[in-house]
């Protein structure tokens, strides 16, 4: 135990406990007063700042871009330039599609555009012709590629020092090393890099809560379906138990037998269930309200990314793109840092062209098979979404849209099933970095401590028990995102500068 203690950095270790505290006592102790405040920061902040982040993910699209294809997309991301991957392309992509998306990819692929149909885009009148064509595409540009830009900037940010420099340290002030002196670079970025990684942890933990408060009670109204029961917090609270202990055993494996083998096997079930939902429900309103939906975005990318709304001021743009790109955000550094891990042997170009495709790619194939079935339910009249929605919750709208579906019970129980593991594979790689930056030193091809992982998944576990509990319901949950991640646009800013001095020191004989 000494031995295992003695890799612990310990004031990270408890600046980091401190942060989660800080966070959820508040909320519990003022539950009926936390929501409001919570939601009035968010509308303050969005409106001052939503700008800001549109602009930093169209930025960081063309920067990725830029450094694909220049002549820096061919540096390899490991100490030596005749290393292959640790993993097949496919394993890879499978990884990190699930420690990207997580169930709350599920949660908005099958009602987000009950949204935009009812509170349209560009002025639009609710549920006109128009409106529902945007209600099939805006979920596409908001999980598409300026998203995966946002996750990958970090990560690339991340690996090169990693792996070319051989930093001993896999924290987001990995990414700044180029700020640092000789002496602060031996200490993980000095007081620099603890600032840098405090404002990762807040930000991780805010997200991380974002997306498994929004995800856990919709698993928990799929189980009282299946099972018969009544569906209540201590239900959500005994599915978020049931996830960690899940955890535990992934964590007990290890990186490669638990977390590489349950993102097959939640690949496999995902690829099932969305193929029976393609050939049972409406197949050619799916196929053609896709493509078309893929069309409009094409069209309309750079419209949709600058448009601000300033003259009607409407709400969307604040509620909607500028939530996302915050969640984004604040997701970032823990999926940049876990694509790290799992990236040694790969090259610049096909990390960034890896993310920003297949995982773009990934995440329309739920939206155009799961949001236009549902989306068909509601234009037919076979099932009135909206209403139900209104009446009980998008969780009780998730399953009765499931349920609609031939043999909807064993729609829901597969649901569940691959909503339970993107579950199980958040906490996992999130508790993963979050004991990677409470690890004095971690070299290329080691893992952090398995009992320093197994904390972090029942720590994380507080914060999306303690955001159900607040009244409010999901605009709490939203809002938490965008309170926390707003530094984190800055730290973007330095690391792009960081990674691009960084490559040119390193490589004076490449050309741009």
């Known amino acids: 135990m000494i031995k295992n203690l003695s890799q612990l950095d310990r004031p990270m270790f408890l600046t980091t406990i401190g942060v989660i505290l800080l966070v959820t006592l508040p909320i519990f102790i003022f539950r009926e007063t936390a929501g409001p405040v919570i939601t009035n920061l968010f509308n303050s902040l969005t409106n001052k700042f939503g700008w800001l982040y549109q602009w930093y993910a169209v930025l960081a699209l063309g920067f990725l871009l830029w450094l694909a294809f220049s002549r820096y997309g061919a540096i390899k991301l490991s100490s030596k330039d005749t290393d292959t991957p640790d993993y097949s392309t496919l394993t890879w992509i499978t990884m990190i599609f699930c420690a990207g998306v997580g169930a709350g990819l599920l949660y908005w692929a099958v009602i987000e555009w009950s949204y935009y149909l009812k509170t349209p885009p560009m002025g639009l009148d609710p549920e006109s012709a128009k409106a529902k064509e945007w209600a099939a595409t805006y979920p596409l540009f908001h999980w598409g590629v300026s998203a995966w830009a946002i996750y990958c900037l970090p990560a690339i940010a991340i690996a090169y020092p990693f792996y070319k420099r051989q930093v001993p340290f896999l924290r987001l002030s990995t990414s700044c090393g180029y700020f640092y002196t000789e002496q602060q670079a031996k200490q993980a970025g000095g007081t620099k890099g603890r600032i840098i990684d405090f404002l990762y942890m807040l930000s991780l933990i805010g997200g991380a809560g974002t997306s498994l408060g929004l995800s856990t009670p919709m698993i928990a109204a799929n189980i009282a379906e299946l099972l018969g029961v009544h569906h209540d917090i201590i239900l959500e609270i005994s599915v978020v138990l049931l996830c960690v202990a899940i955890f535990g055993t992934s964590a007990y494996l290890g990186l490669d037998r638990g977390f590489k083998s349950l993102s097959e096997f939640n690949l496999i079930i ?128 998730i399953t009765q849209i499931l349920l609609a579906l031939p043999f909807g019970k064993f729609a829901v129980f597969l649901f569940a099933v691959v909503s339970i593991v993107f579950l199980v594979t958040t906490y996992d790689s999130a508790s993963y970095t979050l004991a990677s930056v409470t690890t004095k030193s971690l070299r290329e091809g080691e893992n952090p401590q398995r009992w320093n992982r197994l904390f972090w998944a029942c720590a994380l576990g507080v914060v999306p028990i303690a955001l159900m509990s607040v009244d409010g319901g999901i605009k709490v949950i939203l809002s938490t995102t965008i309170v926390v991640s707003l530094p984190l646009l800055i730290v973007g800013a330095l690391m792009s500068y960081s990674l691009l001095k960084m490559i040119q020191q390193d490589n004076p004989k490449i050309k741009r």
């Open 270 to 397: 995902t690829f099932a269930l969305l193929f029976f939902v393609l050939a049972v429900g409406p197949t050619l309103f799916i196929l053609k309200t896709g493509t078309n939906s893929i069309g409009i975005m094409v069209q309309n990318f750079f419209a949709m990314s600058f448009w601000t709304d300033p003259i009607d001021k409407g709400s969307f743009v604040e509620n909607w793109t500028v939530f996302y790109w915050a969640w984004w955000v604040a997701y970032g550094p823990f999926v940049g840092l876990f694509v790290t891990r799992i990236s040694r042997g790969r090259t610049i170009k096909q990390l960034i062209l890896g993310m920003l495709c297949f995982g773009s790619l990934g995440a329309w194939l739920f939206f155009v098979v799961f949001g236009n079935y549902a989306l068909n339910l509601q234009l037919s009249g076979m099932l009135d979404i909206n209403t139900i929605i209104a009446q009980a919750g998008e969780a009780t709208a």
